[in-house]
């Protein structure tokens, strides 16, 4: 059964980078799905960061394109996030996650278990 | 402000039949296909419902899902105080070219 378990700092300072990674298990990141970030501020809903194939198509939420890169390496069966230039308003739950989306299926199968990112000095 | 636009909260007895809608535009749910999630306290959301009514196996059928036009609906029938929870819809955005969510409703078994 595939598993996703993100991995990095808990806290990291305003203006700094957040760098997260998403160690997949149990099946390979060159299947035919996309894998990429949803968080969750503290009481509040799901917003999509964006997301990534393992060939390096890419999404990202108009939103936070600018600050947002997401990868792939094949090589370790993990993708990884970095948000530049943080505020407050990025504290949250991050979690990693699988999709399908195509002409037809659209949905998110598998979610890591989340970690949360505190923006403080 | 959520692109998809659901109720913020919804409430029912045990037993009971309870319906959360989720309502969006041509962009979204006009073209693309709906699911939703389950987000019990503390967890990470879990997958409800995809192409707008297919549930994964092994899932219970209580839980069903439906669309028309530019809206969709979650429904759970019998229900059940562990089905308390946060629940929320979302599909694909042609015009934004991503995954957009609605807002979140919570569920309260009364």
């Known amino acids: 059964q595939l598993q996703l378990q993100e991995s990095g700092p808990g806290l990291v300072k305003p203006s700094e980078t957040l760098s997260l990674t998403c160690t997949v298990s149990?099946?390979?990141?060159?299947?035919?799905?996309?894998w990429g970030w949803i968080r969750q501020p503290p009481g509040k809903g799901l917003e999509w960061i964006g997301n990534?194939?393992?060939?390096?198509?890419?999404y990202h939420n108009p939103s936070l394109k600018s600050r947002v890169t997401i990868s792939a390496d094949t090589s370790r069966n993990q993708f990884s996030l970095k948000l530049t230039s943080v505020t407050a308003a990025d504290t949250a739950v991050y979690y990693c996650a699988r999709s399908r989306q195509n002409s037809y299926y659209y949905y998110i199968d598998v979610w890591g278990k989340g970690t949360t990112v505190t923006v403080s000095s | 402000q959520s692109v998809l636009t659901q109720p913020p909260s919804a409430s029912g007895t045990p037993g009971q039949r309870v319906t959360i809608s989720c309502s969006g535009s041509?962009?979204?749910?006009?073209?693309?296909?709906v699911s939703w999630y389950q987000q019990l306290p503390g967890t990470a959301p879990k997958l409800l419902i995809h192409?707008?009514?297919q549930r994964p196996s092994g899932d219970p059928d209580r839980f069903s899902g439906s669309k028309s036009g530019t809206s969709a609906s979650l429904a759970i029938s019998g229900l059940q105080s562990e089905d308390e929870a946060d629940y929320y819809c979302a599909t694909w955005d042609d015009s934004l070219n991503g995954w957009v969510f609605g807002g979140g409703t919570k569920l309260t078994v009364l």
């Open positions: 990534t194939y393992y060939s390096g198509s890419a």
């Open positions: 149990g099946g390979s990141i060159t299947s035919s799905y996309y």
């Open positions: 041509s962009s979204n749910i006009g073209g693309n296909t």
């Open positions: 192409s707008n009514s």
